[in-house]
């Protein structure tokens, strides 16, 4: 976050990734598979960089990506995507909403986030000097309330942010709220960015991508990266759907963040993104079981659980432990513990960190023996 004197803090997922190497604790901290993915994956990477795809690609992404890209937009949500002109590889998801906020803000602009956000928005609307809003939301259930989305969104409004599933309590948002959002932006003029990293990590329903909802298409940044789908974090690979004139302006500013990104990563993606349905399926479902894992296993420590509906990450009350102040209890939680989390007030602006006092993220993308490991020791703080 970019803090009163213009500085940028050490991000959370830095500090708590070296705490827990330093103490040896279980890292269920920083959101990161322990498991690699598809190997049809790994070895096209293999095979691209010994076929010579080593030299920069276009600055949008290589054809066979971004038309994979535009397969899966159809494969999935029946959206129609033009290769050539709505889709740009990025690095990451990170790099996208990056070049994203720089690209369609001016300083000044009101860019409108859910709160709890995920930590690089807050920092790049202000490196962008633009203005951030928030809508709030809440525990258990982490929805945003109808009249508190309308009253923020206004004649300002430049961008509404919208991350479904949301990282870091893991809901998903009611068709009714996507809907909403498309109509606040429609009536203000507003552009909606959608990070949706997450889309294949949903357990109990299907993923429904807010570009799909009526009217929204025209006026939608759409994001997603492979490090979730794929087990690839480190590959930071990731990419935007937009109309091309929103494409086009973002992409200008891309060229000077990284002009173009890894070049034997790319052809290895999109065989992952041609995979079959039961790929999708079946890390849903296998990460479905570990949450649950991981759930049983805060309970049984005496946390309060909000079950989550899809992604990496399940929000922990420490209030019946104790807690008060969730950046201390992580802190301290690798030494007294042995297991490392993210407090939730990392996500959440210095004047309502007192609403998130309590509250601490885990991961659970890790493997069964290492979720089991994490509740045992956990066990030691009742
Ligand atoms: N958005 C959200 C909601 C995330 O959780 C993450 C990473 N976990 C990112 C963006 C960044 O993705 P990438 O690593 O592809 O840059
Ligand atoms: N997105 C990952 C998380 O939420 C962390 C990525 C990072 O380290 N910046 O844990």
Redesign the pocket.
């Known amino acids: 976050l970019l803090g009163p004197d213009g500085t940028l803090a050490q991000t959370i997922f830095a500090e708590m990734t070296a705490l827990a190497t330093a103490t040896n604790a279980v890292n269920l901290g920083q ?2 598979p322990d498991e690699d993915g598809p190997p049809e994956v790994l070895e096209a990477a293999r095979k691209a960089i010994s076929d010579g795809a080593n030299q920069y690609p276009p600055g949008v992404g290589i054809p066979v990506l971004r038309q994979a890209i535009a397969r899966h937009q159809k494969r999935f949500y029946d959206l129609d995507i033009d290769p050539d002109r709505e889709v740009v590889v ?8 990056a070049a994203t906020i720089l690209a369609l803000t001016e300083p000044g602009d009101e860019v409108v986030t859910f709160e709890p956000f ?1 930590d ?2 807050a920092a790049i609307i202000g490196l962008a000097r633009a203005v951030h809003r928030v809508v709030p939301l809440r525990a258990p259930h982490f929805q945003p309330d109808h009249e508190q989305l309308r009253a923020a969104i206004t004649d300002r409004t430049r961008l509404i942010i919208v ?1 479904d ?4 309590t893991g809901s998903v948002f009611s068709t009714e709220t996507l809907d909403l959002v498309v109509e606040l932006a429609h009536r203000h003029d507003a552009i909606i960015v959608t ?1 949706e ?2 889309e294949h990590l949903v357990f109990a329903s299907a993923h429904t991508p807010l570009a799909t909802r009526a009217g929204a298409a025209e006026r939608t940044v759409s ?6 789908t794929f087990n690839t ?1 480190g590959w ?3 990419w935007l759907t937009a109309p091309a004139p929103l494409a086009s302006a973002i992409l200008a500013v891309k060229q000077y963040l990284t002009y173009s990104n890894a070049a034997p990563l790319q052809p290895a993606i999109a065989v992952g993104l041609d995979l079959p349905d039961t790929f999708f399926s079946g890390a849903a479902a296998t990460l479905a079981r570990r949450r649950d894992l991981l759930c049983a296993g805060l309970e049984a420590a005496g946390f309060g659980v909000a079950v989550p509906s899809a ?2 990450f399940v929000v922990a009350d420490a209030a019946p432990l104790g807690a008060t102040d969730a950046h201390e209890f992580c802190r301290a939680l690798p030494e007294r513990a042995g297991v490392a989390a993210i407090p939730l007030t990392a996500f959440v602006r210095p004047e309502r960190q007192s609403d998130y006092s309590t509250l601490v993220r885990f991961a659970f993308c890790k493997r069964d023996d290492v979720l089991q490991e994490a509740s045992e020791r956990l066990r030691s703080l009742r």
């Open positions: 959101g990161f990025t690095a990451g998801a990170t790099e996208a909403l995920y690089s928005y991350n599933p949301h990282n870091p990070d990293v997450y994001i997603s990266s492979a490090g979730k974090t930071k690979v990731g992604g990496y």
